[in-house]
């Protein structure tokens, strides 16, 4: 039996921990067995797989169904999801209440909301 060596480092157990039950993150780390994408996406590892062939395809796909968003909107849910992570959750909700209202005064979401309301592609000045 081949003896594998695997200690995560840079962050590697502590952000494992948080993005899988811990139960697992221990599972992973102890075992350093491999997983498949369907266990992956199981448990929490991944949030999509591909088909063998189309993962740039995807890739791309994605991306544009978000560039479909408002630009300020999706930059500031990015920062409230990051900086999220590490604060209590009343903290975070007040980042992302300052942040909904940084994003009502920049006028973007009336550009969002008025072409909703006019079944129109919205387009974003940013």
Same mark, same amino acid.
């Given at each position: 039996?081949?003896?594998?060596? /695997?200690?995560?480092?840079?962050?590697?157990?502590?952000?494992?921990? #948080?993005? *899988? $039950?811990? @139960?697992? =993150?221990?599972?992973?780390?102890?075992?350093?067995?491999?997983?498949?994408?369907?266990?992956?996406?199981?448990?929490?590892?991944?949030?999509?797989?591909?088909?063998?062939?189309?993962?740039?395809?995807?890739? /791309?796909?994605?991306?544009?169904?978000?560039?479909?968003?408002?630009? #300020?909107? *999706? $930059?500031? @849910?990015? =920062?409230?999801?990051?900086?999220?992570?590490?604060?209590?959750?009343?903290?975070?909700?007040?980042?992302?209440?300052?942040?909904?209202?940084?994003?009502?005064?920049?006028?973007?979401?009336?550009?969002?909301?008025?072409?909703?309301?006019?079944?129109?592609?919205?387009?974003?000045?940013?």
């Amino acid at each position: 039996m081949e003896t594998k060596r /695997f200690v995560p480092d840079w962050g590697g157990g502590p952000y494992l921990t #948080k993005l *899988v $039950r811990s @139960a697992v =993150a221990s599972d992973l780390i102890l075992t350093a067995r491999t997983v498949n994408a369907e266990e992956a996406l199981r448990i929490g590892l991944v949030n999509r797989v591909s088909e063998v062939g189309r993962s740039v395809h995807d890739a /791309f796909s994605l991306a544009e169904q978000i560039a479909q968003n408002g630009p #300020k909107a *999706v $930059r500031h @849910a990015l =920062a409230v999801i990051r900086q999220s992570r590490d604060l209590p959750l009343g903290k975070a909700l007040e980042l992302e209440a300052e942040t909904a209202a940084e994003l009502i005064v920049s006028g973007e979401c009336m550009h969002g909301i008025t072409a909703f309301m006019e079944k129109k592609k919205p387009e974003f000045p940013d």
